[in-house]
Antibody
């Protein structure tokens, strides 16, 4: 069974940094592209970032580009999102998602399996 | 990267059909056949319902169908059931390894 567990959320002040993690099991992590999607309170889903299976292809939403960095550690079956210069508008539930296709290169990706999310609150 | 436009809400009685539109631009929906739809019940993880414009993952009922014409994609739910009440989001590839979701549609079963 595919399992994705996000962690690292919490309350942080504007301008500070934080790292989110996504621990996975039940599939060969290194073979799949992975993604971060967020949902602000009362708002819709927003794609944040994606990383290909070889880490060669990476994409960011314009709203986080230059501030967030996605990475993966295939040996630890884990996905990360390093977030700098956090803003109030980054407050959201952050989901980790597994790509549908094996050996995905972040073109034509679909978010097949999702975690339960980790809540980030940016507030002074 | 503006969100794709969806109606805020649609509703129907059990057994009826509803259609949700998803309007993008020639830079996303209109330029790629990488359109998907997600069902999201409150406090649960979103679920992939449709990919590649109109393909259903294993386990998704064939009551769910979808299509695309130009810059607009559509999701149709026929034979509406109470468990279909949820938020639905479209999503499209928008080039350069980026994606964009729709604004979301709340489906209410009357």
């Amino acid at each position: 069974e595919v399992r994705l567990v996000e962690s690292g959320g919490g309350l942080v002040q504007p301008g500070r940094s934080l790292r989110l993690s996504c621990s996975t099991s039940g599939f060969t992590f290194g073979d799949y592209a992975m993604h971060w999607v967020r949902q602000a309170p009362g708002k819709g889903l927003e794609w944040v970032s994606s990383i290909g299976w070889k880490s060669a292809n990476i994409g960011y939403a314009a709203s986080v580009k230059g501030r967030f960095t996605i990475s993966r550690d295939n040996a630890k079956n884990s996905l990360y999102l390093d977030m700098n210069s956090l803003r109030v508008e980054d407050t959201a539930l952050y989901y980790c998602a597994k790509d549908r296709a094996i050996f995905g290169v972040v073109i034509g990706s679909y978010f097949e399996s999702w975690g339960q999310g980790t809540l980030l609150t940016v507030s002074s | 990267q503006s969100a794709l436009t969806q109606p805020r809400s649609v509703s129907g009685s059990p057994g009826q059909s509803v259609t949700i539109s998803c309007t993008g631009t020639s830079s996303d929906v209109g330029n790629y056949n990488y359109v998907s739809w997600y069902q999201h019940h409150p406090a649960k993880a979103p679920k992939l319902m449709i990919y590649d414009i109109n393909r259903r993952p294993s386990g998704v009922p064939d009551r769910f169908s979808a299509s695309k014409s130009g810059n607009t994609a559509s999701l149709n739910i026929s034979g509406l059931q109470t468990e279909d009440e949820a938020d639905y989001y479209c999503c499209s590839y928008s080039g350069s390894y980026t994606y964009v979701f729709g604004t979301g549609t709340k489906v209410t079963v009357l």
